[in-house]
């Protein structure tokens, strides 16, 4: 028996197709301004500031006057990244990459390789253009709520040549894509709850996901990481670096894994005290049982 679908879902589902008709409508350029404007509209209002002033607050990586100038860029930025989001998956918007080779390399050895992602710059158009590019991407998602937007985002990636995969079996599944010499493009950034266990991040004691580490202390799989940042010319800046190599034995298997998330982290709060505006993980709950939202 199907499940039913409650009349807001219907409404939130209408709205967002209304929104995605008006920005393929509209030029990119004057689609990216009326997304800037709707992001500091949401600042202005104070959505989501409680738990941004929370995270950077805990942080504590800025003085009062740069976290204000911060929270300006990050709410223009998530409207722009929205504006994108809903331009047609199948066509990538302009980029140049960094270190195209790195991951041609990596993906090359046959070993099964990961992409270590965070809501760092356009996730989803990094998504994009890798699943334009190499055979094989696929991508661990959580499914949303609202079954009728999980079905249009889904197919939003099929277009892009991204298989989602989900956390039903999704180890079974992971460590099959790997085998065959797959892509799985991943997300690390956000409270794992019960499937997390503490790991430095951006300075302070966050739960982490193991899954990364894991799989690759089973299977030496490849990683590399990646993000896509929008220009002020409207073209995303794609920068690729190979995964971290650390000289740990895999006998050593708790060691292994927790010395490898540190790592791995490390990496993100790199990229995140480098240009904290384009992380769009101040917007989430990321420190959970650390602090109180």
């Not at 060691?255 to 993980?281: C, K, M």
Request: charged share 20%; glycine share 8%.
């Amino acid at each position: 028996m199907s499940k039913k679908i409650p009349i807001y879902h219907y409404i939130e589902y209408l709205f967002l197709r209304s929104l995605e008709s008006i920005m393929i409508l509209l030029p990119r350029k004057l689609s990216l301004a009326l997304g800037a404007l709707c992001g500091d509209m949401l600042r202005i209002m104070g959505v989501y500031r409680s738990v941004v002033n929370k995270n950077m607050d805990y942080a504590g990586l800025f003085d009062k006057k740069r976290k204000k100038v911060i929270i300006k860029k990050l709410y223009l930025n998530i409207g722009r990244l929205f504006a994108d989001f809903l331009r047609p998956s199948d066509i990538p918007p302009p980029y140049s990459v960094e270190n195209i080779d790195i991951a041609k390399t990596v993906f090359s050895r046959g070993k099964g390789s990961i992409v270590v992602l965070a809501h760092f710059g356009n996730w989803e158009a990094l998504a994009s253009v890798f699943g334009m590019q190499f055979y094989d991407l696929n991508v661990l998602a959580k499914p949303m709520k609202n079954l009728l937007i999980e079905k249009w985002l889904s197919a939003k990636r099929l277009k892009a040549h991204v298989t989602p995969v989900y956390p039903a079996q999704a180890l079974r599944k992971l460590l099959t894509i790997i085998k065959r010499g797959g892509i799985i493009a991943m997300l690390i950034d956000q409270y794992a709850g019960t499937n997390g266990t503490p790991a430095p991040f951006l300075g302070k004691t966050a739960n982490t996901v193991r899954t990364v580490a894991g799989l690759l202390h089973k299977t030496d799989c490849g990683i590399i990481f990646a993000y896509a940042l929008l220009q002020k010319n409207g073209v995303y800046d794609i920068h690729i670096e190979e995964g971290p190599s650390l000289p740990i034995s895999r006998d050593e298997h708790d060691a292994f894994i927790t010395a490898y998330q540190a790592a791995h982290n490390d990496v993100l709060s790199r990229w995140i005290t480098g240009n904290p505006e384009y992380y769009f993980g101040w917007f989430h709950r990321r420190f959970k049982g650390r602090i109180s939202y």
